[in-house]
C-alpha cells in the first residue's frame, strides 16, 4: 500500500500536480488515574533501589541526589511541622552520615503508582539501623513522591509516619 501511495505522489509530482492526502489519527488517550506506565514504574522502582543502596553503602552525596530540593519540596514525619528542602537534607546528612551499619532494610507492601510524570511510592518500612552499639528499629509507613526530570526521578515530597502496631490476639 505505501509503495503504491509512493508511485501516485512521484506520478503526479512529475505532471506538476500535487495532491494533499489528509489522514485523520485518532490521539492516544492516557488515562492518568487508571494507566499503569509500567516502563515508567520500573524506573521509579530502579530509582528506590538505588536510593536504598546508597543508605547501605553510606553514600550520603548520592542519597540527596535523588531529592529534587526546592521552594516545592516538602517532608512530614512523626506528627511534626512541615519541613522545607534544606530541612530535610540536614536530618538526612546528620541521619544516615552516623549509620554506622544497616543490618536490615526491608520496604514491605511497596506500591508504585505514576501518573504520567509523577509517581507515588507507598511501604512500610522494617529498617533496622547500628549507630554505634545502639540499634535502631524503623517501622514507618512511608510515601515517597517524585517527578520526573531531565535527570530520572527525583522525590519532592517525603511523609514518614510511626507504623502502628496492631495487637495479636
Given at each position: ?8 505522489i512521484i506520478g503526479c509530482k512529475q505532471n ?28 521509579v522502582m530502579e530509582t528506590f533501589e538505588a ?119
Amino acid at each position: 500500500m505505501l509503495l503504491i501511495f509512493g508511485m501516485i505522489i512521484i506520478g503526479c509530482k512529475q505532471n506538476g500536480k500535487t495532491i494533499e492526502v489528509a489522514i485523520k489519527v485518532d490521539p492516544v488517550k492516557i488515562d492518568l488515574v487508571k494507566d499503569e506506565f509500567p516502563d515508567a514504574k520500573k524506573e521509579v522502582m530502579e530509582t528506590f533501589e538505588a536510593i536504598a543502596q546508597s543508605i547501605k553503602d553510606g553514600d550520603i552525596d548520592k542519597l540527596i541526589s535523588f531529592h529534587a530540593y526546592g521552594p516545592k519540596f516538602t517532608e512530614f514525619k512523626n506528627g511534626a511541622f512541615r519541613n522545607d528542602g534544606e530541612a530535610n537534607e540536614a536530618h538526612e546528612r546528620s541521619l544516615f552520615g552516623a549509620v554506622t551499619e544497616v543490618i536490615k532494610f526491608d520496604a514491605k507492601d511497596l506500591q508504585i503508582a505514576v501518573y504520567g510524570d509523577v509517581a507515588n511510592l507507598t511501604f512500610h518500612s522494617d529498617i533496622h539501623l547500628k549507630f554505634g552499639d545502639d540499634l535502631v528499629i524503623v517501622n514507618d509507613q512511608i510515601t515517597l513522591l517524585f517527578v520526573k526530570t531531565d535527570t530520572g526521578w527525583k522525590m519532592v515530597h517525603e511523609h514518614h509516619s510511626p507504623l502502628k502496631k496492631i495487637a495479636e490476639k
